[in-house]
């Protein structure tokens, strides 16, 4: 296991791995771009550890939604700090930060969450950042893909990872915004723009939808239910209302709950989206652990996810080493 301390808990004494930069050689900007994912995101953490570690410091930092949070997590220095909240994070934590609200736009307030990355990242702004960072975010009513570069951090991740339907938009200068995997899941072109030569992106839903294929024919069978089935029975009517309320929002074995559909829904598209994309816009180097066996949810599982993210930053080194040769 890597062991990391210094600045961002990360270890300059890069050991067996320090062949693979030759720091003393001019190298080639080189832009991270961390896509989103929820709980998923964790692995970013993962990610960034071992790069660093190996001597590939990013010089633009772009990220979308949880990408945007770590990423910034990290700019602004507090990588410790939030992955030993991270670590920290246990099933009953988790749902103590959902502040349910069913008067606003999103069936949950989103204070808990954004009131923590203020408790960490306070007033610091983009300007107070040591690299170049963008958080990308979707214009509400226009579609417009909006690269927040300005102003304070901790607004511009709050409305980076407000996912439609679960929390609402955030309005920052005028606009507002939610979350920006609608528009650029995995955001390589504007790591691009700010300057970087070399692009690692990092996909956290690379296996999860992706062998989705077309089935042809289908139809009803004995495992439908049917309107007489989807009645009130004895149970539910006994149970208490706030079980009722956590079995439809996050569903059952039987029967997907509210929250599962509309992420779901939102994955779906932007798994099509993030292909699209980086067909026309490839990065040069790609990271893409292996996370299907994640729930959006799962943030009580953040030390598996970022282990994820080692090993599978591991197995890149290699490509992303060359990558750098061929444009040093």
């Given at each position: 296991m890597l062991e990391f301390v210094g600045r961002n808990g990360l270890n300059n004494?890069?050991?067996?791995?320090?062949?693979?930069?030759?720091?003393?050689?001019?190298?080639?900007?080189?832009?991270?771009?961390?896509?989103?994912?929820?709980?998923?995101?964790?692995?970013?953490?993962?990610?960034?550890?071992?790069?660093?570690?190996?001597?590939?410091?990013p010089d633009v930092i772009t990220g979308t939604s949880i990408g945007a949070v770590v990423g910034g997590a990290y700019a602004a220095g507090y990588l410790d700090a939030f992955e030993t909240w991270a670590r920290g994070l246990t099933r009953g934590?988790?749902?103590?930060?959902?502040?349910?609200?069913?008067?606003?736009?999103?069936?949950?307030?989103?204070?808990?969450?954004?009131?923590?990355?203020?408790?960490?990242?306070?007033?610091?702004?983009?300007?107070?950042?040591?690299?170049k960072m963008a958080a990308i975010?979707?214009?509400?009513?226009?579609g417009h893909e909006i690269?927040?570069?300005?102003?304070?951090?901790?607004?511009?991740?709050?409305?980076?990872?407000a996912i439609p339907g679960i929390f609402p938009p955030h309005k920052i200068g005028g606009r507002w915004l939610m979350d920006g995997g609608l528009v650029n899941p995995v955001p390589v072109s504007a790591a691009r723009s700010?300057?970087?030569?070399?692009?690692?992106?990092?996909?956290?839903?690379?296996?999860?939808?992706?062998?989705?294929?077309?089935?042809q024919s289908h139809g009803p069978d004995h495992t439908d239910e049917s309107p007489a089935n989807m009645a009130a029975t004895p149970e539910t009517l006994r149970g208490k209302a706030e079980q009722l309320f956590k079995r439809r929002l996050f569903g059952s074995p039987e029967k997907p709950g509210l929250s599962t559909v509309m992420v779901d829904a939102f994955n779906i598209a932007l798994d099509r989206i993030t292909r699209a994309r980086l067909a026309g816009d490839p990065p040069d180097a790609m990271v893409a652990p292996r996370l299907s066996r994640f729930g959006v949810f799962d943030f009580h599982r953040a030390e598996e996810a970022i282990q994820l993210g080692v090993e599978?930053?591991?197995?890149?080194?290699?490509?992303?080493?060359e990558a750098i040769e061929a444009l040093g």
């Open positions: 004494d890069r050991s067996a791995s320090s062949e693979i930069i030759d720091q003393p050689r001019k190298r080639p900007s080189i832009g991270l771009a961390l896509g989103c994912g929820a709980a998923r995101g964790f692995a970013h953490i993962g990610v960034l550890r071992t790069l660093i570690a190996n001597g590939i410091c934590r988790v749902f103590g930060y959902l502040d349910f609200s069913f008067s606003g736009s999103g069936l949950i307030g989103g204070n808990r969450p954004a009131d923590e990355l203020v408790r960490e990242i306070g007033d610091i702004t983009f300007g107070d950042l040591p690299i975010a979707t214009e509400v009513g226009t690269w927040l570069t300005r102003g304070r951090l901790a607004d511009a991740l709050h409305a980076s990872y700010l300057g970087a030569r070399l692009v690692i992106a990092v996909n956290l839903n690379a296996d999860n939808f992706g062998r989705g294929t077309v089935i599978a930053t591991e197995k890149c080194l290699e490509n992303i080493a």
